[in-house]
């Protein structure tokens, strides 16, 4: 099972991006997907997250600016961001519940896309 993230770069402080992370290989079904982010110096901490039965929940720090979404079908979840500020400079990190089986579930984690949001 791997996890690809992708959809980082360089933005201007209120600018957009949209983060893709796409699960692939022997997947019986995922349930919670999440976005995580890690800034220089700091703890990886949880951005937000949607449940396989659509419960959705943010950070307080990003509410009103990010959604989360996700595409069954496509394996696929996605991070809009709006209104970038600096302090959303980080690198960003998708992770995903997945079973490979009805007796193991496990927690997959993408590589980490980076986010600078910089004039």
């Known amino acids: 099972v791997q996890l690809q993230a992708s959809g980082g770069g360089l933005v201007q402080p209120g600018g957009s991006l949209r983060l893709s992370c796409a699960a692939s290989?022997?997947?019986?079904?995922?349930?919670?997907m999440r976005w995580y982010r890690e800034a220089p110096g700091k703890q990886r901490e949880l951005v937000a997250s949607?449940?396989?039965?659509?419960?959705?929940n943010y950070e307080d720090s990003v509410k009103g600016r990010f959604t989360i979404s996700r595409d069954n079908a496509k394996r696929t979840v996605y991070l809009q961001m709006n209104s970038l500020k600096p302090e959303d400079t980080a690198v960003y990190y998708c992770?995903?519940?997945?079973?490979?089986?009805?007796?193991?579930?496990?927690?997959?984690w993408g590589q980490g896309t980076l986010v600078t949001v910089s004039s």
């Open positions: 992770n995903a519940d997945i079973a490979t089986n009805w007796e193991q579930w496990n927690v997959y």
């Open positions: 290989g022997r997947i019986l079904s995922i349930n919670t």
């Open positions: 949607v449940a396989n039965a659509g419960a959705i």
